[in-house]
């Protein structure tokens, strides 16, 4: 949801801005813009679309005016204001000497746009952004915080309501650039003689790996020397360090065509790196517990809150851990959560999931269960992100950098955390035995080697998309934990293929869906393992053979050696013999490869589906 970057250092700020962008534009691409210092000047170009169409604007205009070291810029997600030129950021004050780059929303934004066109001020955008460049603007020009860019942010920050992370840049001041953050992420990265600030530290991770999280609610200046931070009266206010535990080679495609298809083969990697140091001395640990074993013991129900397909990821939870605690678990969008008045209390565990930990959904449903007392473990795949920092306990997934927007590596880890959540809640309230819990943990221990042996049929899938790839719409069914697997194949299909898909509870077919069987309709079921479900499988085999019979061409995810299936499959795509509740971990994977070569075949961006972003901080 909008990348931000800025920079101070020694090298031309222009290149360092663009690369930059290049690797936030996961996070938005309705436009981008970039404003450099420069000799005494502010120049500044931006241009609805892809990062590639500023590129070639810079190209057309010149880039005579860019050559300084100091600048900043945006890739955007348009909340206010339709993605066309003039509503790309940087936005800029009437006196044309400073412009802002904002990601969030400004909520109070239509009182302070009458304020400014009530004072004269004409404004030339539809944004909300272009409010705090005027406001900014004349903080700086005249009055208490005339000539001091700093303070004149933070009086104007404490004037916003939402969410909102800003980038402020003016002619007057070639040697700082100002920041401020509440609620949208920040990040500060340290280099020799040079300093940047980002969204997200892969912006700057070719450079340096030594960053700075900053907390709510406050104000850095950048400068070549390093950084200061106050909060927003101006106050010195702390900030949490660290080193970033990935290169730039992570953040990068490595031969692929699409940075998801190098996502899809490096789950293998994600499992075992989200999977590694939680068990040890015969024990699950999760990375930041602040809650007692007896605070866990108390809990009497849990509720798992995420969005898309981390919320997918929050359903196969469910079966797990009520089947390893006993405990009710209801699982909800976030968007939802907290606007039923859901019964929560001190003994209510709230589980949640975010790979960037920052989607104001989430967010919200976070805020709202700890406001009533409930605990919160978040499940995370972003160090530092503001969820983990709202939350009681912490597991993180080490998917390492997801850039494209459709998640692949971060859900599998997300399940793969999610099922160590269940077995750390078993173990605390003694519903598994030690050795059971060490039974499971080694289970989940095997799955990456399943996930590579299903990765080994990656051309065998692609071809089937290619042949997909004409089709009007496609079903996807599933029982027990392949219900959520076939909810994830369908939303994986929409995103990319733009096709209509749709999952559905095999067993509720004949209460609805089977009217939409037609000759010829690809329908990929996700069938339970024979020897572990049997009842269940046999079930799906009647379903299947119910949609076969009016005419519908059946896709089996199945696990090697189902002979059972095999009359009623018109494509088989087998996966490995794994335990039925970590079934998810490779019968999703197929449905992955799937989608993404479904979208490629029919022409479009797999990285960047059209209206999606990466993280969605507003609700
Ligand atoms: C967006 C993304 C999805 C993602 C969802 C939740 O909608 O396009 O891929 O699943 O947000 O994101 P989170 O960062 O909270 O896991």
Redesign the pocket.
């Known amino acids: 949801m909008c990348g931000i970057v800025g920079y101070v250092g020694h090298r031309p700020a222009l290149d360092v801005v663009l690369d930059g962008l290049r690797r936030l534009e996961y996070r938005g691409y309705d436009s981008a813009g970039v404003a450099v210092l420069d000799g005494g000047g502010l120049a500044v170009e931006r241009k609805a679309g892809r990062l590639a169409n500023l590129e070639a604007r810079l190209d057309e205009v010149g880039r005579d005016g860019f050559a300084g070291t100091s600048g900043m810029g945006h890739t955007r997600w348009a909340t206010h204001g339709a993605p066309i030129d003039r509503n790309s950021h940087p936005h800029r004050d009437t006196a044309e000497r400073l412009a802002v780059v904002h990601n969030g929303i400004i909520e109070n934004f239509a009182a302070l746009r009458a304020e400014l066109e009530a004072a004269g001020v004409e404004l030339t955008s539809d944004t909300d952004t272009e409010t705090v460049a005027h406001l900014v603007g004349q903080a700086y020009a005249a009055g208490e915080t005339a000539g001091d860019l700093p303070a004149s942010l933070r009086a104007v920050c404490r004037r916003l309501e939402g969410a909102f992370t800003l980038v402020v840049t003016h002619a007057d001041e070639p040697d700082q650039v100002v920041a401020a953050r509440r609620s949208s992420p920040l990040v500060v990265g340290l280099g020799e003689g040079e300093t940047f600030v980002a969204s997200d530290v892969s912006a700057f991770i070719e450079h340096t790996r030594e960053a700075v999280e900053l907390g709510q609610d406050q104000v850095v200046v950048i400068t070549r020397e390093g950084y200061t931070v106050t909060d927003f009266d101006g106050e010195p206010a702390e900030v949490k360090p660290f080193t970033v535990d990935w290169d730039l080679s992570a953040a990068e495609k490595g031969g692929h065509e699409y940075f998801m298809l190098k996502e899809i083969e490096e789950q293998p990697t994600a499992l075992a790196d989200t999977l590694r140091g939680h068990f040890a001395d015969g024990r699950i640990t999760l990375d930041e517990q602040r809650l007692s074993d007896q605070e866990l013991r108390d809990i009497d129900k849990v509720f798992v809150v995420?969005?898309?397909?981390?919320y997918h990821s929050g359903l196969v939870a469910k079966y797990a851990i009520e089947h390893w605690t006993r405990l009710p678990v209801e699982v909800e969008l976030a968007s939802e959560f907290r606007y039923r008045d859901p019964v929560l209390d001190r003994a209510t565990l709230v589980v949640a999931?975010?790979?960037?930990?920052?989607?104001a959904d989430?967010l919200e449903a976070v805020r709202h269960a700890r406001g009533q007392k409930a605990r919160v473990l978040a499940v995370c795949n972003t160090n530092g992100a503001q969820i983990p920092r709202e939350s009681d306990a912490v597991l993180y997934t080490h998917a390492g950098p997801e850039i494209g927007?459709?998640?692949t590596k971060?859900f599998l880890a997300q399940v793969a955390a999610n099922y160590l959540v269940g077995l750390a809640l078993a173990q605390a309230r003694g519903t598994k035995y030690p050795d059971e819990v060490a039974r499971e943990f080694h289970a989940l221990a095997a799955m990456p080697d399943a996930v590579r042996t299903v990765l080994e049929r990656t051309e065998q899938i692609k071809a089937l998309g290619r042949e997909l790839s004409d089709a009007k719409a496609v079903l996807f069914l599933g029982r027990h934990v392949g219900y959520p697997v076939a909810l994830e194949g369908a939303l994986k299909l929409k995103?990319l293929a733009y096709m209509h898909a749709e999952g559905f509870a095999a067993g509720e077919l004949k209460h609805g869906p089977i009217a939409l069987i037609e000759e010829g309709l690809p329908v990929v079921v996700v069938m339970p393992s024979p020897k572990g479900r049997a009842v269940l499988h046999s079930k799906l085999v009647s379903n299947i053979s119910e949609i076969q019979a009016r005419g519908a061409r059946t896709i089996v995810i199945a696990e090697e050696g189902d002979e059972t299936v095999r009359p009623f499959a018109d494509e088989l795509i087998e996966v490995p013999a794994v335990p039925t509740l970590l079934q998810p971990l490779v019968s999703t994977v197929p449905l992955q490869i799937l989608a993404a070569e479904i979208a490629r075949s029919r022409g479009y961006d797999v990285d960047k589906p059209r209206n999606?972003?990466?993280?969605?901080t507003v609700e």
């Not at 999931?353 to 989607?359: D, F, L, M, R, Y």
């Not at 999606?612 to 969605?616: D, E, G, H, Q």
């Open positions: 995420a969005c898309g397909s981390a999931i975010s790979q960037s930990g920052e989607t989430t927007v459709a998640s971060a995103e999606l972003a990466k993280s969605v």
